[in-house]
């Protein structure tokens, strides 16, 4: 069983230089981490002991989700980023028991996220109209933006996150341009907490996310014929206290070089970090200033009883 995918991932040439660009300043786009395996182990992070992210937001909305449909008259859920939609489930059964014809989008980069959203929400109900879109949401939510039905954007899983600042604005000023009036969007965000427990849950003892750190580099290989080898990289998660930022790395053990084209080729030194991805947590005052900053507003905020993660119902002010 699965949902018929409508695909605007075309690969470019332009793609490749990016990721050259992109090594050449020890980082590599945190898009790549979402392949088949990718977003197998990032289910299997949700799931540890460490990663309280996934378990508290999925207890705030089973709280909530009755309360959010009740509040909201929606038509139409497009999710941004959905990987499995496990979380969402309990929001989109709430809608659809209300109304038989809402409608639920995905749009995710990994069509294997896709195949488990359709798996997860198909048995809500056959008649539940599901959409899958395998695409970039920094590229294309404007291409999809067509309908004038009432639509809920959802935004879980504090992948706000996993943006700079800079970058957070830029996207959530783009979507608030997008809101019509009565519109809204869903937000999950993760909170400054205690930093080992922040820490610990980028360091899972089982290593799930040691492996889905390194699988970045099977994928950037498998797309564009590089040789980067695993066994030469160390997974470090370091929590930054100035940024309040998770950093995820992978060190080099070696002095090494990666040859990328006939010309060009990465060089490492023993010690080198590439970046792969941060992940921000957010504190109440930042978050004030970055709706505004955005042109959202706050309708609702639901948290857990520890305040270890906050969901925001957010209406366009623009
Ligand atoms: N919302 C889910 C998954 C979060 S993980 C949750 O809360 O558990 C981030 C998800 O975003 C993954 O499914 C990944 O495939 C997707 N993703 C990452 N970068 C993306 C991009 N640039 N465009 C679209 N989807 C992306
Ligand atoms: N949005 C998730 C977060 O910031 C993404 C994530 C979870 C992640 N675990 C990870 C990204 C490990 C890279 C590595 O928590």
């Known amino acids: 069983m699965s949902g018929t995918i409508n695909s605007k ?17 020890k980082k590599i786009p945190t898009k790549y981490l979402y392949d088949e395996l990718g977003s197998k182990l990032f289910e299997k992070i949700c799931d540890t002991e460490e990663y309280y992210l996934t378990r508290t937001e999925k207890n705030i909305l089973d709280k909530n989700s009755y309360e959010i449909i009740k509040t909201v008259k929606i038509k139409e859920f497009f999710e941004l980023g959905s990987g499995s939609s496990k979380k969402t489930r ?27 959203s359709f798996k997860e929400l198909r048995n809500i109900s056959k008649k539940l109209e599901i959409h899958l879109i395998e695409g970039d949401f920094l590229k294309d939510i404007k291409s999809v933006n067509k309908s004038s ?15 700079d600042n800079a970058l957070a604005v830029k996207f959530l000023s783009k979507l608030s341009k997008i809101m019509r ?7 999950g965000v993760d909170k400054v907490k205690d930093i080992d427990i922040i820490k610990s849950a980028y360091n899972d ?3 799930i996310t040691e492996k889905f750190n390194k699988n970045i580099l099977s994928v950037i290989n498998k797309k564009y ?6 066994n030469n990289f160390i997974h470090s998660a370091v929590f930054n206290e100035k940024k309040k930022q998770i950093e995820m790395y992978l060190m080099s053990k070696i002095n090494q070089k990666i040859k990328f084209s006939d010309k060009d080729s990465v060089y490492l030194n023993k010690g080198d970090k590439i970046l792969t991805e941060i992940s921000r947590k957010f504190t109440d005052k930042g978050l004030r ?4 900053q955005s042109l959202l507003s706050i309708n609702k905020e639901f948290n857990d009883e520890k305040n270890f993660f906050s969901l925001y119902l957010l ?3 623009k």
């Open 289 to 292: 200033s970055l709706f505004k």
């Open 90 to 116: 309990v929001l989109i059964k709430e809608a659809f028991k209300i109304n038989k014809n809402v409608r639920y989008i995905s749009l995710d980069i990994s069509r294997k996220a896709l195949n488990m």
């Open 315 to 317: 209406e366009s002010t």
């Open 225 to 230: 014929s590089l040789d980067f080898n695993k």
């Open 9 to 25: 991932t075309a690969e470019k040439k332009s793609d490749r230089n990016r990721l050259f660009l992109s090594l050449k300043e």
């Open 205 to 207: 003892k089982n290593g």
């Open 149 to 163: 039905d009432t639509r809920m954007y959802l935004f879980l899983g504090s992948t706000i996150g996993n943006f």
């Open 181 to 187: 009036k009565d519109d809204f969007l869903l937000l």
